[in-house]
């Protein structure tokens, strides 16, 4: 009898465990027609990758039925209910994704066990940097340091994102007045810290081509234009949607100020 009660209680326990574990094989595109939200479409790669409104990338895992979802400097929580998305953290409260057929749908989860070890390390990060609310980031923690211990340890891990977040901590601790006075730093002629080239190119070589448009961001904070320049080309060509929009803003921002100074002198 007792021999059963604890084969009964490990197996119960394995069916809790494997019930939450975290994976990213959400595949398809799922769009809302709802006007009052923002993001009118996710479209999941079935391998960490959803592309939010056709206008950038972000990563994702989910666990039981909820997903959730990393954009650039926020977090969406979703419920997935009948095949739909329900979103129930700011941003996409009360909207509603379903499942669409489309044309430009990809289907990247080529290696499943790399795939889930991914998810796994994501769903990790979640549970330690979530704010007390647990429905939003912890900008706090994250920007006075609090979390770098977890970011270097789930970077030395294998999770780019937890590298990106590193890179940010360190720029910041390595470029004094980051913060305060950028425009400023170009005249101080500080030399690319060696920490932070080769922690980009680590992103880069974990297959995120964020790693492109961080370095290329650091080079341009510095006064390296032209290297900057050069990084985002090879961010757009392996797919950094970010490192297209780097080189939009500043080309934007020197026609607004050459139009200034022509301006000025007339």
């Not at 669409?100 to 990247?108: A, R, V």
């Not at 030395?156 to 601790?173: H, P, Q």
């Not at 980051?178 to 005249?187: M, V, W």
Request: include cysteine; hydrophobic fraction near 35%; aromatic fraction near 10%.
């Amino acid at each position: 009898m007792k021999n059963k009660l604890l084969f009964i209680l490990f197996f119960l326990s394995k069916c809790i465990l494997s019930a939450q574990e975290a994976d990213n094989s959400l595949q398809g595109y799922y769009g809302t027609t709802n006007d009052k939200t923002l993001y009118k479409s996710f479209s999941f790669d079935g391998n960490g990758k959803v592309l939010i409104s056709g206008m950038d990338y972000g990563d994702y895992f989910t666990r039981n039925d909820s997903l959730i979802i990393y954009p650039d400097k926020s977090i969406f929580i979703f419920k997935i209910k009948k095949g739909k998305l329900t979103g129930i953290s700011n941003w996409v409260e009360k909207g509603v994704w379903i499942p669409k057929k489309d044309s430009s749908e990809i289907n990247n989860r080529f290696h499943p066990e790399e795939a889930r070890k991914k998810a796994q390390l994501l769903a990790e990060y979640y549970d330690k940097t979530k704010s007390p609310s647990a429905s939003a980031l912890d900008f706090e923690a994250l920007l006075s340091g609090k979390t770098s211990g977890i970011n270097d340890d789930l970077c030395n891990r294998g999770l780019a994102k937890a590298c990106l977040n590193l890179f940010g901590l360190k720029m910041m601790e390595y470029t004094p007045r980051l913060l305060n006075d950028p425009g400023k730093i170009a005249s101080k002629k500080i030399k690319p810290h060696p920490e932070l080239v080769a922690l980009s190119k680590k992103i880069i070589e974990m297959g995120e081509p964020e790693g492109y448009t961080v370095l290329g961001s650091y080079y341009y904070t510095l006064g390296l234009k032209e290297k900057a320049f050069k990084t985002w080309d090879e961010g757009e060509k392996s797919g950094s949607l970010k490192s297209v929009t780097a080189k939009a803003m500043i080309e934007f921002q020197e026609e607004l100020d050459k139009e200034d100074n022509k301006s000025k002198k007339e």
